[in-house]
């Protein structure tokens, strides 16, 4: 009877450790809707992952609501050929921790890819058409 109830102990425990993870939380889960001309980073995708400029000089915000560093680097990690347009937008935040952000502000009409140096599965676009 004594072994048990240390086995109960034990799972309860264990149940309210697994708990306390989950809520333990402060950064976003992914569910969240951006505000206007934001993007959200999450781990491991952009949200939205493509997002409409229709009026020139936008200030683009992406915020890092992930647990881990991210980039928000234009172009495409290993498709060359997309590169051609990235003489007239260029940006690279940099490492981004969790909680800091990055601005850009688009100039020029065009479909600009970015995507993560750190993931580089992480994809997204900003889509300029004025
Ligand atoms: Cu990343």
Redesign the pocket.
Known sequence: MKKLIYVFIIMSVFVISMTSCKTNDAVGDGTETPPANTVY?Y??FFQPATLTVSSPNTIITWVNK?S????VTVGSPNASGELSGVLQEKFNSGTLAPGLSFSHTFQWEGNWNYY????PQ?RAEIKVKF
Do not use: A
């Not at 881990?68 to 980039?71: E, F, Y």
């Not at 993560?116 to 993931?119: A, E, G, N, T, V």
């Open positions: 980073i781990d491991n992930g881990s560093n991210h980039t993560c140096q750190i993931h992480m």
